[in-house]
């Protein structure tokens, strides 16, 4: 089982980004997926997360209506598209997959949920 983040960068304060998650050794459709960061001095923090059968989205306050997630399941990829960047979105970006059951509407948010990660992808806003 392995995920694999890309898609970091370093944006101008009101830019975009899409984080993208492959995931590989497993099957979306059983799993449900999260994106969480962390930022210098601060802990890892829940961002978004999407269940297994797509139906069901979780975005954290700080996120809402800036950022959206999506799976395609040709691709066996997850999507965090990131629209008006603030510089406290600055962090190490992780996604993570919990194996929830097949076309679950379940969406897991906790840490502890998740049972595998990738190892992250960097995104600086700065001007």
């Known amino acids: 089982l392995r995920l694999a983040e890309s898609g970091g960068d370093l944006v101008q304060p009101g830019g975009s980004l899409r984080l993208s998650c492959a995931a590989s050794g497993l099957t979306l459709e059983f799993y449900g997926i999260g994106w969480f960061r962390q930022a210098p001095g601060k802990e890892r923090e829940g961002v978004s997360a999407?269940?297994?059968?797509?139906?069901?989205?979780y975005y954290a306050d700080s996120v809402k209506g800036r950022f959206t997630i999506s799976k395609d399941a040709t691709k066996n990829t997850v999507y965090l598209q990131m629209n008006s960047l603030k510089p406290e979105d600055t962090g190490v970006y992780y996604c993570?997959?919990?194996?929830?059951?097949?076309?679950?509407?379940?969406?897991?948010?906790?840490?502890?949920?998740?049972?595998?990660w990738g190892r992250g992808t960097q995104v600086v806003v700065s001007s």
């Open positions: 993570a997959a919990d194996q929830g059951g097949r076309y679950s509407d379940y969406v897991p948010t906790r840490p502890n949920e998740f049972e595998t």
């Open positions: 999407i269940s297994s059968s797509t139906v069901k989205t």
